[in-house]
Nanobody, 126 residues
Framework: QVQLVESGGGLVQAGGSLRLSCAASGRTSTRYTLGWFRQAPGKERDFVATISWNGVSTVYADSVRGRFTIHRDNAKNTVYLQMNSLKPEDTAAYYC???????????????????WGQGTQVTVSS
């Protein structure tokens, strides 16, 4: 089992920046793929970004590429999402996820991940 706890959400003006953090605890010896998803009210949970267990490979949704950066510190069991040039459409609850057997085909889908955090709210005002 892995427990994930997100932090760093908040209210920011359009064009601003936020950095989300997700701390993992429990069975962290497994080489998990870590991802970020987001969900706005009344909408499905959408893929944002993912990073391989060793930090070498990253994938981003088209909507955030060039503005968001995902990176991880395995020594601290933490994954980060640096969000720059935020837009009102980035407003959502952001969730961290860990996958033990995430493949290339599933890394951008919720089904590719086994464990989820409780979410942190990001609100971008115009």
């Amino acid at each position: 089992q892995v427990q994930l706890v997100e932090s760093g959400g908040g209210l920011v003006q359009a064009g601003g920046s936020l950095r989300l953090s997700c701390a993992a605890s429990g069975r962290t010896s497994t080489r998990y793929t870590l991802g970020w998803f987001r969900q706005a009210p009344g909408k499905e949970r959408d893929f944002v970004a993912t990073i391989s267990w060793n930090g070498v490979s990253t994938v981003y949704a088209d909507s955030v590429r060039g503005r968001f950066t995902i990176h991880r510190d395995n020594a601290k069991n933490t994954v980060y999402l640096q969000m720059n040039s935020l837009k009102p459409e980035d407003t959502a609850a952001y969730y961290c996820a860990a996958g033990a057997n995430t493949s290339y085909l599933t890394l951008s889908t919720p089904q590719g991940y086994d464990y989820w955090g409780q979410g942190t709210q990001v609100t971008v005002s115009s």
